[in-house]
């Protein structure tokens, strides 16, 4: 069914429409199961899985042990012999006793067996700061996975986004790594079409046309860089807004035309500047558009840091004054 024939809605938050794609696809599909630390009976840290153990049962809901190389691990058989599991993690920073699992067997497994064996599952992870959490809440390292060429990695920004994204990454035959933001689970509503609609992985969106500078991010910076486009454009700035949504394939092409409209950058994420994806972005659009480049694309990113505690959160996440002022100093050089 395609995007656009949908009818009938439901207003919800990004949290929900995590649930709303679990449910949907548990309903259609027996082989989909969902499984990690208080995802049953509890619904969840984050409550993303609530309802769905009354609803699917212990089979299919599986509560397991306080151990994430496990939940993984386990995962990975599950996908070789022909399931359809989704473990969660409760937060990113979580996952790397269960780094081994995820990049020498969930990524290369396929390459391994010469495709006699796939793994359609997807490692859920809340990812990003800005929730007050304490040390192992708030990273954002989405850069880790974009490394193993056997993983997808998706980061949504909208309700929309996020459960058709996720439907895609349930169907997608190879191991998909769906990073949630946390910090907008709950900040807003938008539509999202009942039943199952797909969301192409590797595909970017446009959130605002400009014509001024081309402006890059996702998941939960999108909001304030949004507003910071929004704000520039009453002093005469026309700031494009792409939505990469997938940074594992990157939507290059869509990059790289956004840049040759506009021959101005920024790049906006939240993770620390060094071996960020906004150099990744940047060298793409040095490699393929740079006759087109008038200035010095700018990154506006988190700092070189560990993580701050509570009092430093506010400084260490861009907001919408910090993004503002990268995307003037791009234009303006």
């Not at 800005?130 to 909208?158: C, D, N, W």
């Not at 704000?231 to 939505?243: N, T």
């Not at 101005?264 to 071996?275: D, F, I, L, Q, S």
Request: hydrophobic share 40%; glycine share 8%; net charge negative.
């Amino acid at each position: 069914m395609s995007t656009q024939e949908q009818e009938a809605t439901q207003n919800l938050t990004l949290v929900q429409s995590v649930r709303d794609a679990l449910a949907t696809e548990m309903e259609l599909d027996d082989d989909v199961l969902v499984m990690g630390e208080d995802v049953g009976k509890n619904g969840g840290v984050f409550r993303a899985t609530e309802g769905l153990y009354d609803e699917f049962g212990e089979d299919r809901v599986i509560d397991t042990p306080l151990a994430e190389s496990g939940i993984i691990g386990t995962a990975v058989g599950m996908a070789a012999m022909g399931l359809k599991p989704i473990p969660e993690i409760q937060f990113s920073g979580f996952a790397y006793p269960g780094f081994d699992q995820i990049v020498s067997h969930m990524a290369r497994l396929r390459t391994r067996s010469r495709s006699r064996y796939t793994l359609p599952m997807v490692l859920r992870m809340p990812y990003g700061g800005g929730i007050r959490a304490p040390e192992h809440h708030s990273e954002s390292k989405e850069a880790f996975y974009t490394h193993e060429a056997g993983l997808k990695v998706v980061m949504p920004s909208t309700p929309y986004d996020t459960k058709g994204l996720l439907i895609s990454a349930i169907r997608d035959p190879d191991p998909v790594v769906f990073m949630e933001p946390k910090l907008i689970y709950r900040a807003f509503r938008g539509d999202v079409p009942e039943g199952d609609y797909e969301v192409p992985i590797g595909e970017a969106k446009t959130r605002r046309e400009g014509s001024d500078v081309s402006v890059f991010t996702y998941g939960a910076m999108s909001r304030p860089t949004l507003e910071a486009a929004e704000e520039l454009a009453e002093e005469g700035i026309d700031a494009e807004v792409v939505d990469l949504r997938t940074v594992s394939p990157m939507d290059r092409e869509a990059i790289v035309e956004s840049f040759k409209k506009t021959g101005r950058a920024c790049v906006v994420h939240e993770a620390p500047k060094t071996g960020g994806l906004a150099g990744e972005i940047t060298a793409t659009l040095q490699e393929e558009a740079l006759l087109y480049q008038e200035a010095p694309i700018k990154r506006v990113t988190g700092y070189d840091v560990p993580y701050p505690l509570y009092a430093l959160e506010d400084y260490y996440l861009p907001n919408a004054a910090r993004v503002a002022d990268g995307i003037k100093e791009a234009v303006e050089f």
